[in-house]
């Protein structure tokens, strides 16, 4: 592949995992010492020791789900931006959670995403997500002016108002949701708006499903996805149609056990958690919430980073039985007290109008004999406050889907 956005695109991935490890020690003395969440999260941790993934697996994770009540304690950011920069703008995304937003040059770091598209400068790109409290306007927007191009502020909605814009002013580019992207082509069909200006769009925000595919594809539109966070930004980009995301070059992604502190086997699905290097809003082990997988081998463009399988899920599976919430951090610290369990799955089901909950562990065969039933269902209700069956399973038995909690109610 002879264009990409960045050279680092193209460098051998031990390069680049060398580089960001060198890097990190380094920056986790900068967040203890600018952030207040961190000096209290990493007090006891020597950041120096942490130079390895293994190592790193040592710093505890901070979970999105958390920020609401973090940010509640301590507004607006929780005390995980750097106390001496200060944000140009303070954004809402629902919870309510709030994130900063600075103006230097693509800040949540977009542009790659772009250019990976197809965007080029001097084109013009009508950017339909929200500019109004939440970012999603503004990160689409830093990312295609990166490469070089000319934004429509559209926003959503008003869509007979953004079909005018396309007639006039011609964009070749669009970028938002694909939803609403189909909704410009289908009602610009019913009233006959010539669209075709538009050959290319990066979506983001929601599943790109096949069926709206097929239906860019049709209309003569290429469309490619981005996988971006308000907090953190851009994480993995699309590069080649069905080869996965790229994930991006200036980041640590890792793949943990939902609730756990732990990574995954490459292929096993588990919660997508990310360390960003921003001197304003340092992330460290930052669990997004969102389940992905990593793909083998390296992308058909020649992009040498890894790969991930993009949106396989949300790893937020707590549920409701008999009146008490039940959490994927239970289940692992249930798996965690019984060092012979390989892997746990809480499957809730409802019999004769009453919720059960049984406890499927994975052990081998030589450690079937060591396990005691009772004293695993003695650790469950001693951590959920509730009774429940304990059935062992052989290893490779649980699917590798990222499910701990199953819910069949």
Known sequence: MNSVYDSDELQSRTRRESDLLTRLPAFLAYAKQECAHYR??????????????????????????????????????????????????????????????????????????????????????????????????????????????????????????????????????YCGTPSFLNILLQRAKELGRDVSSINKALVSGEALTPTLQARFEEAGISVSQAYATADIGLIAYESCPDSGLVVAEDILLEILRPGSQEPVADGEVGEVVVTSFNPDYPLIRFATGDLSSVMPGMSPCGRTNMRIRGWQGRADQSTKVKGMFIHPEQVERIRLSHSLLAKARLVVTNIDDRDQMTLHCEVSDAGRSDIDITEVAQTMREVTKLSGYVELVAPGSLSDDGIVIEDLR
């Open 40 to 173: 209290r999260t990493l007090s006891d941790i020597d950041v120096t020791a942490i130079t390895s993934r293994q190592s790193l697996t040592s710093v505890p994770v901070t979970r999105k789900s958390d920020l609401i009540g973090l940010q509640a304690e301590n507004l607006p950011f929780a005390g995980l931006n750097a106390s001496g920069s200060t944000p140009d703008r303070i954004f809402q995304s629902p919870g309510p959670i709030f994130e900063p937003g600075h103006d230097s040059k693509d800040w949540w770091r977009m542009g790659t995403a772009f250019y990976a598209a197809g965007f080029r400068a001097g084109e013009r790109v009508q950017n339909c997500l929200s500019y109004h409290l939440s970012p999603g306007g503004f990160i689409m927007d830093s990312g295609a002016r990166a490469c070089g191009c000319t934004v429509i502020p559209a926003g959503p909605g008003q869509t007979e108002q953004q079909l005018d814009i396309i007639e006039r002013l011609r964009p070749e580019g």
